[in-house]
């Protein structure tokens, strides 16, 4: 902590989570506290009532895991830190403070809904590359907390951090220098972000299917050499690679049993739908200039409020109603040549009754982006943690397919599904 004065937030997931007086300052301010009006899990409430947690509370607990983090790796690693990376008391502190800060704002660029409504997000003009809220995020970071970061008295008397070099860090830009080595807290395999989301979701809906040893995960983790001439890493010690593990098979279950739900799935679809009728030009304002305040305008609030005024069309009706679409047929999770053409089939034979196709597509653990390092105990010798998991070398990518029709047509669709099915059994 860095101000004189300390405040705490009771979290049903970490107990009380501490911060200054600079934080409480900065968690004050408007583009933060909007996070209070966007729920965490969207519309996942319809399927687990008690989906109603919010990205405010995640951002609080994402900063707190983040400094366990931080606390612990620098803890086990210091001498490494020091040698390779020239790390002195004085630099410790200062980026724990930034990545307290990084961790914190992370998301404030999140849309209505969270992730439900990220396809509306305008694409650069540059590249046509679609923006993501990590791009809000940091321009946010850059206009709207520029002054409680950069002017504010605690800040200027201890450690002269700039907005600059938060947005920098949650961006994952090489200008953000040495600093870069922690983005891995924040954006890796095994991340504060993932540790808390998991933990906090579990938790409001009711499951276990998110659950993890956070603790021996975090006491467990630490800078790591490279391999043939990268930098360092981090990794973790070879006790904690079940804790790793774990983590990874949570986050698969969560996403099958929960984030991919068929029903999750048929509400994200009309809520996207309902957007494009709502939104002028269907997509959000992008993040340059005057267009960022009109983007920080949209929060789940004003959304339910037009919908309850009935805007949103068709979809925005199906919301207010609870009449969404209905899964009729889907492929496995890692479909093979056969299971997709059953799903052309499947296609054709509903014709005109097929209201929706969705597509449930995430990787769990994407080796291209490297694996995390494993140090064997006494021998320090380094390994992916693939090697020591035969999970993790052989977790698949989901990529499931549903097919989706109206409640009115369901009968008549089961019917053509059903005869689809048993002549394949023939």
């Not at 630490?222 to 079940?242: F, I, K, N, T, Y």
């Not at 009706?317 to 299971?339: G, K, M, N, V």
């Not at 999970?391 to 409640?407: D, G, M, S, T, W």
């Amino acid at each position: 902590m860095n101000g004189e004065r300390l405040y705490e937030i009771r979290c049903p997931v970490h107990g009380f989570i501490p911060f200054d007086e600079w934080e409480r300052d900065i968690i004050a301010q408007p583009a933060f506290q909007r996070l209070r009006r966007i729920r965490q899990l969207a519309w996942t409430d319809q399927i687990y009532p008690g989906a109603m947690h919010t990205r405010f509370e995640h951002s609080l607990g994402v900063m707190h895991t983040a400094t366990l983090l931080y606390d612990s790796i620098v803890r086990c690693s210091r001498d490494i830190l020091g040698s390779e990376l020239q790390y002195k008391e004085d630099g410790l502190k200062r980026h724990r403070v930034l990545i307290r800060l990084a961790a914190l704002l992370h998301d404030v660029g999140h849309g209505p809904f969270s992730h439900a409504g990220e396809e509306l997000m305008p694409s650069r003009r540059e590249d046509s590359r679609r923006y993501k809220h990590e791009d809000y995020s940091a321009a946010i970071i850059r206009r709207h907390f520029r002054d409680v970061i950069d002017e504010h008295p605690v800040n200027t008397a201890n450690f002269s951090l700039r907005s600059e070099d938060v947005a920098l860090l949650v961006e994952g830009s090489a200008k953000a220098g040495v600093a870069l080595f922690w983005r891995e807290i924040i954006a890796g395999h095994v991340d504060a972000d993932r540790m808390d989301y998991l933990l906090r979701d579990s938790h409001h809906i009711g499951v276990q299917y998110g659950c993890y040893d956070l603790q021996r995960l975090i006491h467990t983790m630490q800078a790591v050499p490279g391999q043939e001439g990268e930098g360092l890493r981090l990794g973790v010690s070879e006790g904690g690679g079940h804790a790793a593990e774990a983590l990874i098979v949570a986050r698969y279950l969560m996403f099958t049993q929960v984030y991919f739900h068929k029903t999750r799935v048929a509400f994200d679809h009309h809520l996207r739908n309902a957007l494009k009728e709502i939104l002028p030009g269907e997509h959000f304002p992008g993040p340059e200039g005057g267009s960022l305040d009109e983007y920080l305008a949209w929060d789940d609030w004003r959304v339910l409020g037009l919908l309850a005024a009935g805007k949103g069309g068709e979809h925005g009706r199906r919301l207010a109603q609870r009449a969404q679409f209905r899964e009729i047929y889907h492929t496995p999770e890692s479909p093979l040549a056969h299971d997709l053409e059953s799903l052309d089939d499947m296609r054709d034979k509903l014709g005109d009754l097929l209201a929706a196709e969705e597509s449930a597509i995430t990787s769990w653990y994407n080796l291209s982006k490297g694996d995390l390092p494993v140090v064997s105990e006494g021998r320090r010798i380094v390994r992916p943690l693939s090697h020591y998991s035969s999970i993790v070398a052989k977790i698949e990518p989901i990529r499931q397919v549903l097919l989706y029709v109206r409640p009115e047509d369901q009968t008549k669709a089961r019917a053509i599904v059903k005869r689809r099915v048993d002549k394949a059994h023939d």
